[in-house]
């Protein structure tokens, strides 16, 4: 056991770390150190089990996976498909559902269904490229943001937006609407590609502990 290598996590801070968590403890992975909510350390590490976690922003998680920083990464489905790191997603973990979608105002229905030259903002430039070129085949102006996405069509910054839609209470209060539907999205387990050799049965199995708590 001593001789065993540190599995590294990588979780995306935020809710999904602390939902992730919790599901950790279910299948027997605890990490004490990580709940001192005011501690300034960046890593935290379990013992028994040879486990370090550490917390990064969520675009940062893809990266420490597929340098191999990190060995197993927890992270939205949104950012695996923006950030396009060679990685293995292996799991969907069942929290943080939600969906992409173009939304914008009502007039912009007609604007959008007639493949006019419309502006799209987003915080997800390779999604929505992707979702009007590849699956539409609609040309489009894309407008990069990076936040309160929702401001675009109410200031006129663009007809619509491709961005993050949960309980749908953002839209309502601002007058907009889902236009389209992206897909569908939640939180991954992702791996690195070379740990996923290396360390096999350890990561199978721990997936395998993950599902059995998910159920
Ligand atoms: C996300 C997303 C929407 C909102 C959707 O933003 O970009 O704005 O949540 O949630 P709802 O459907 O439950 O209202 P976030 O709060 O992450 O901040 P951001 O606007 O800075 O990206």
């Known amino acids: 056991m001593n001789n065993e290598k540190y599995l590294t996590f990588a979780l995306g801070k935020g809710r999904l770390a602390n939902k992730t968590m919790q599901l ?124 309160s996405i929702e401001l675009a069509p109410i200031v006129g910054l663009s007809e619509v937006i491709v961005d993050i839609v949960e309980t749908g209470s953002t839209l309502r209060e601002n007058g907009l609407i889902v236009l389209e539907e992206v897909c569908p999205l939640s939180a991954r387990m992702v791996v690195n590609q070379v740990s996923m050799k290396m360390e096999y049965e350890r990561i199978s199995k721990l997936i395998k502990d993950l599902k059995e708590v998910m159920d």
């Open 24 to 147: 950790f403890e279910k299948a027997g992975i605890k990490c004490e150190e990580m709940k001192d909510k005011d501690t300034r350390k960046l890593i935290f590490v379990n013992e028994e089990y040879k486990m370090r976690f550490f917390l990064a922003k969520g675009p940062d998680v893809p990266t420490y996976v597929e340098y191999g920083a990190a060995d197993i990464g927890v992270v939205g489905k949104d950012t695996i498909l923006e950030e396009a790191r060679n990685i293995y997603e292996v799991l969907d973990l069942g929290y943080g559902k939600c969906r992409m979608c173009v939304c914008g105002p009502k007039e912009a229905e007609e604007r959008l269904k007639h493949h006019e030259l419309i502006r799209v903002a987003t915080k997800y430039p390779r999604i929505a490229k992707d979702y009007f070129y590849n699956t539409k085949h609609q040309t489009v102006e894309i407008i990069k943001l990076n936040g």
